[in-house]
């Protein structure tokens, strides 16, 4: 069963900030959200990943809502090197190793 | 730089024939991952590894074997079972349980 929710797509223009939802209503108490995404071809890149609090770094910015229901991915000024597919994931520290269940993801295209 | 090195980044292999997939990484990770990718698919995971000399069937293990003779070498063989063998491979590693996977390129498998 899928444990998070994406749109499928979303367009954003180059320099305005891009902001990725993911719904994950059934999240456990113990289990972080983390982002990755992956360019066409490539492998996939880690991005952020957080438990309650917001978080922040050179990449992006981390807004999780206070039920932990739902959360949002911040591009703060995407550039056409932004266009990737951007996977949303939830996984608790005690899961089975291995299970980082990437699902189809949102793909998310810059334009110029 | 420390990174996790996929090879080759295209093969080919004819039907019957088993091939064998390098992974090396010099990240001092513990734990590897393989997961086979299809277009427009997310990840699935094929085999996983938490430590030298063992290894554990991820969901798609079926036509696939590893091993982890070396901390950081995580080959996986797609044996002449797997009836379906195209796919886009991707090996993975991380420090521990609950820690960011890191992600090689890739090598994208066709058969002949």
């Known amino acids: 069963d899928a444990k998070t929710t994406q749109p499928p797509s979303m367009d954003c223009a180059e320099g305005r900030a891009a902001n990725l939802p993911c719904n994950h209503s059934?999240?456990?108490?113990?289990?972080?959200v983390y982002w990755y995404r992956q360019i066409h071809s490539q492998g996939p890149q880690y991005i952020i990943h957080?438990?309650?609090n917001n978080e922040t770094n050179e990449m992006a910015s981390l807004i999780i809502t206070e039920d932990r229901k739902s959360s949002t991915l911040i591009l703060p000024h995407a550039t056409l090197r932004d266009t990737a597919v951007y996977y949303c994931?939830?996984?608790?520290?005690?899961?089975?190793?291995?299970?980082?269940?990437f699902g189809a993801g949102t793909q998310v295209v810059v334009t110029p | 730089d420390g990174g996790i090195t996929q090879s080759p980044k295209y093969l080919f292999r004819k039907e019957g024939q088993n091939v064998t997939l390098s992974c090396e990484q010099n990240?001092?990770?513990?734990?590897m991952y393989w997961y086979r990718q299809d277009p427009g698919q997310g990840l699935r995971l094929i085999y996983y590894?938490?430590?030298?000399?063992?290894?554990q069937k991820g969901d798609i293990a079926e036509g696939y074997s590893v091993s982890r003779e070396k901390k950081e070498s995580f080959p996986l063989t797609v044996t002449s079972a797997q009836k379906n063998p195209t796919a886009f491979y991707l090996c993975?590693?991380?420090?521990?349980?609950?820690?960011?996977?890191?992600f090689g390129d890739g090598t994208r498998l066709s058969i002949l």
């Open positions: 993975a590693s991380s420090t521990g349980v609950g820690q960011p996977q890191h």
């Open positions: 059934t999240i456990s108490g113990n289990e972080y």
């Open positions: 957080g438990l309650k």
């Open positions: 994931i939830v996984r608790a520290p005690t899961d089975s190793w291995g299970k980082f269940q």
């Open positions: 990240l001092n990770h513990d734990a």
């Open positions: 590894s938490q430590i030298v000399n063992d290894f």
